[in-house]
């Protein structure tokens, strides 16, 4: 596991860019092998530091005319649940674990995000206790490696 990316769209979601930056999160992501958080995010008020160490890399930006090549790049995607964004990430192939923003209920992100589960293309989140974000991130970068060794 190399590259971890952040989306949140063209919104802001303060609480997903918190939660995957805390130190907490970020040892998850250092002890599964990551050496890269790229973070988009967004309109959000929170703007995570830029990092460049020898072990361990934090990009930081609000938008891109595109983010294809981001995702390309990306061996997990941690998104929102917006349609365009996860849509775009399964395209790509690429596993996905879905953030839901609870204060965007009104646009069906949890119902989106459940049946992205049921269909078995997701998994899914909240950020209702920032600590439950790392176990679950932890988790995914299990599996994930489980699955990578499964297929050699």
């Known amino acids: ?16 860019i918190a939660a995957v930056s ?17 973070l988009q995010i967004g309109r959000g008020a929170l703007q995570p530091a830029p990092q460049y160490g020898p072990a361990f890399v934090r990009d930081v930006f609000r938008f891109k005319e595109s983010l294809a090549e981001d995702l390309r790049r990306a061996d997990l995607v941690i998104s929102h649940a917006g ?3 996860c849509l775009e990430t399964l395209e790509e192939g690429k596993p996905l674990l879905v953030v839901i923003n609870e204060k965007l209920m009104d646009n069906h992100q949890l ?3 459940r049946q992205l589960h049921k269909d078995g293309h ?5 950020c209702r ?5 790392a176990v ?4 995914v970068l299990r599996s994930i490696t489980v699955i990578t060794v499964l297929r050699m």
């Open 1 to 16: 596991m190399k590259t971890v990316f952040v989306t949140v769209g063209t919104t802001s979601f303060d609480e997903l």
């Open 22 to 38: 805390s130190p907490a999160a970020e040892q998850v992501l250092r002890s599964r092998g990551c050496r890269q958080l790229v």
């Open 83 to 85: 349609a365009g964004s």
């Open 111 to 113: 119902e989106l995000a």
């Open 122 to 126: 997701v998994l899914y989140c909240n």
């Open 129 to 133: 206790y920032g600590a439950a974000v």
């Open 136 to 139: 679950t991130l932890d988790a």
